[in-house]
C-alpha cells in the first residue's frame, strides 16, 4: 500500500457488530518495507496500531513473514491480557490466491507460491485469512468508505504504481489473484514499464511517474507529484504537459473499464489524490468526453486513508467468525 492520506478519525457509520461477542482480531499489511499491524474491534475501529520493519527472509521467502506474525500475535495478547483475539487478517502485494491463502508471487518479497493461510493457522492455531493488500483497501471502502452502499466499482491506487480493487454486483472480481492489475494495461502514449511491457497506464497516469518525467522533461529534480501539480497550477507549461498526459491516460483506462464493466463510481486513492479537484475536475471532464450512451460513472476520492488496507484485513478476518 502506498496510499498516504490523512486517516480518518472516526469511521462512518461501522455496521453492528454480529454476533461475535467483543472478540477481536488481529489486521497485518505486509509492505515492502514496513509491516503495520493493528487490532480491530467488532465495529472495524483499529487498536494499538504498529508499525514495524517487514522481516529480512531467512531461508523460505515468507516463513519469516509468518514467525514475525506469530510473535506479533503474542505481543499484543500481552499487552491486552484482557482481550480475546480471534482472527487473523494478513494481507501482502504481489499476486495473491485469496480463495487459497496463497501468495503466488511477489517480485520485492521474494515468495512463490507460499501457502501464508495454512501456515499462519498452523503457528497459532487461529482462523487467517490472506488477501491482496489493495483488494483489501478495496473491500474497505466498500463496506466503510466512499463506495459504500454501491454495487459496480473500481477502486484505483494510484500512488508509486497503479494497482486496483474491481467489484461486480458487490463482488470483488479475483481472476485467480490476476484481477486488478490496472496499471500494466496499455494505454496511448505510455512508456517502457519494468512488467517488459511497452505502454502500461502506471509509466504515464502514476505519482510517480508524473515526478519522474517533469525531472526528465525540465531538467529540475521534483520529490513528488505534488510540486507537478504547483508548478502546473503556476503556468510552467513543462508541469502542465505531464499532468494533462497523465489525466488523458487515466481517463482513457477508466473509459475502458466503464465500458466493459458497467462501472457506476470509480474510487481514488493513494498519493495522487492530494491533488484533490486538480486532479478530479479534469478527470471527471475527460472521462465524461470519452463515454456517449453507456453508463456515466462519479468519480470520488477514497476516504479510508492511509489505513484503510488493515481494516479491509480485518473486516475479512472478521468474516471468517461471522461465516456459518
Ligand atoms: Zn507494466
Given at each position: 500500500?502506498?496510499?498516504?492520506?490523512?486517516?480518518?478519525?472516526?469511521?462512518?457509520?461501522?455496521?453492528p457488530?454480529?454476533?461475535?461477542?467483543?472478540?477481536?482480531?488481529?489486521?497485518i499489511?505486509?509492505?515492502?518495507?514496513?509491516?503495520?499491524?493493528?487490532?480491530?474491534?467488532?465495529?472495524?475501529?483499529?487498536?494499538?496500531?504498529?508499525?514495524?520493519?517487514t522481516?529480512?527472509s531467512?531461508?523460505?521467502?515468507?516463513?519469516s513473514?509468518?514467525?514475525?506474525?506469530?510473535?506479533?500475535?503474542?505481543?499484543?495478547?500481552?499487552?491486552?491480557?484482557?482481550?480475546?483475539?480471534a482472527?487473523?487478517?494478513?494481507?501482502?502485494p504481489g499476486?495473491?490466491?485469496?480463495?487459497?491463502?496463497?501468495?503466488?508471487?511477489?517480485?520485492?518479497?521474494?515468495?512463490?507460491?507460499f501457502?501464508?493461510?495454512?501456515?499462519?493457522?498452523?503457528?497459532?492455531?487461529?482462523?487467517?485469512?490472506?488477501?491482496?493488500?489493495?483488494?483489501?483497501?478495496?473491500?474497505?471502502?466498500?463496506?466503510?468508505?466512499?463506495?459504500?452502499g454501491?454495487?459496480?466499482?473500481?477502486?484505483?491506487?494510484v500512488?508509486?504504481?497503479?494497482?486496483g480493487?474491481?467489484?461486480?454486483?458487490?463482488?470483488?472480481v479475483?481472476?485467480?489473484?490476476?484481477?486488478?492489475?490496472?496499471?500494466?494495461?496499455?494505454?496511448?502514449?505510455?512508456?517502457?514499464c519494468?512488467?517488459?511491457?511497452?505502454?502500461?497506464?502506471?509509466?504515464?497516469?502514476?505519482?510517480?511517474?508524473?515526478?519522474?518525467?517533469?525531472?526528465?522533461?525540465?531538467?529540475?529534480?521534483?520529490?513528488?507529484a505534488?510540486e507537478?501539480?504547483?508548478?502546473a497550477?503556476?503556468?510552467?507549461?513543462?508541469?502542465?504537459?505531464?499532468?494533462?498526459?497523465?489525466?488523458?491516460?487515466?481517463a482513457?483506462?477508466?473509459a475502458?473499464?466503464?465500458?466493459?464493466?458497467?462501472?457506476?463510481?470509480?474510487v481514488?486513492?493513494?498519493?495522487?489524490?492530494?491533488?484533490?479537484?486538480?486532479?478530479?475536475?479534469?478527470?471527471?471532464?475527460?472521462?465524461?468526453?470519452n463515454?456517449?450512451?453507456?453508463?456515466?460513472?462519479?468519480?470520488?476520492?477514497a476516504?479510508?486513508?492511509?489505513?484503510a488496507?488493515l481494516?479491509?484485513?480485518?473486516?475479512?478476518?472478521?468474516?471468517?467468525?461471522?461465516?456459518?
Open positions: 500500500m502506498t496510499t498516504i492520506d490523512p486517516p480518518p478519525t472516526s469511521l462512518p457509520t461501522p455496521e457488530a454480529t454476533g461475535t461477542g467483543q472478540d477481536l482480531v488481529l489486521a499489511d505486509v509492505g515492502g518495507t514496513d509491516l503495520k499491524s493493528a487490532l480491530a474491534d467488532p465495529a472495524g475501529a483499529l487498536i494499538d496500531i504498529r508499525r514495524t520493519a522481516p529480512a531467512s531461508g523460505v521467502p515468507g516463513e513473514i509468518v514467525e514475525r506474525s506469530a510473535a506479533l500475535l503474542a505481543e499484543y495478547r500481552g499487552a491486552w491480557p484482557t482481550k480475546n483475539i482472527a487473523i487478517g494478513l494481507i501482502a499476486l495473491v490466491d485469496e480463495v487459497n491463502g496463497v501468495g503466488i508471487y511477489s517480485a520485492n518479497l521474494g515468495w512463490r507460491d501457502p501464508f493461510a495454512d501456515r499462519l493457522r498452523r503457528a497459532t492455531g487461529l482462523p487467517v485469512s490472506y488477501a491482496h493488500d489493495v483488494g483489501a483497501a478495496g473491500d474497505a471502502e466498500m463496506r466503510f468508505g466512499a463506495a459504500r454501491l454495487g459496480d466499482v473500481v477502486v484505483m491506487i500512488g508509486t504504481g497503479i494497482a480493487a474491481v467489484f461486480c454486483d458487490g463482488k470483488r479475483l481472476g485467480g489473484g490476476y484481477a486488478g492489475e490496472l496499471g500494466h494495461a496499455q494505454v496511448p502514449g505510455g512508456l517502457d519494468t512488467c517488459g511491457l511497452r505502454g502500461c497506464l502506471e509509466t504515464i497516469g502514476s505519482a510517480g511517474a508524473i515526478a519522474r518525467r517533469y525531472t526528465e522533461l525540465s531538467g529540475q529534480a521534483v520529490p513528488g505534488r507537478v501539480f504547483a508548478a497550477a503556476a503556468g510552467d507549461p513543462v508541469g502542465r504537459r505531464v499532468i494533462d498526459d497523465a489525466i488523458t491516460a487515466l482513457f483506462s477508466i475502458q473499464l466503464v465500458a466493459i464493466l458497467g462501472t457506476e463510481a470509480v481514488i486513492g493513494g498519493g495522487l489524490t492530494q491533488a484533490g479537484d486538480a486532479l478530479l475536475d479534469p478527470l471527471r471532464l475527460q472521462v465524461k468526453q463515454l456517449s450512451f453507456h453508463r456515466h460513472p462519479v468519480l470520488l476520492a476516504q479510508m486513508g492511509q489505513d488496507g481494516i479491509g484485513a480485518a473486516l475479512r478476518a472478521r468474516d471468517l467468525l461471522d461465516a456459518p
